[in-house]
């Protein structure tokens, strides 16, 4: 995504953001962006480690020719 619409949906999340009023629900919404983020982050580990595993198991039946 080139990064001036990334800037503008930036500026969008902030705007959106300033306008909460009620403490409890910004505090929500902060939770929630995070709680996402973990499960992407865990996500992205997960393809990390499969990407090795199956790069291993590759190598090993190529040895084993």
Known sequence: MPSCIEDLQMLRLIKAFEKITD?????MVVLNVEEQLAKQEANERQGKRN??????LGEASHSDS
């Open 23 to 27: 403490l409890d629900f910004r505090r």
């Open 51 to 56: 990407e090795r595993h199956t790069g291993a």
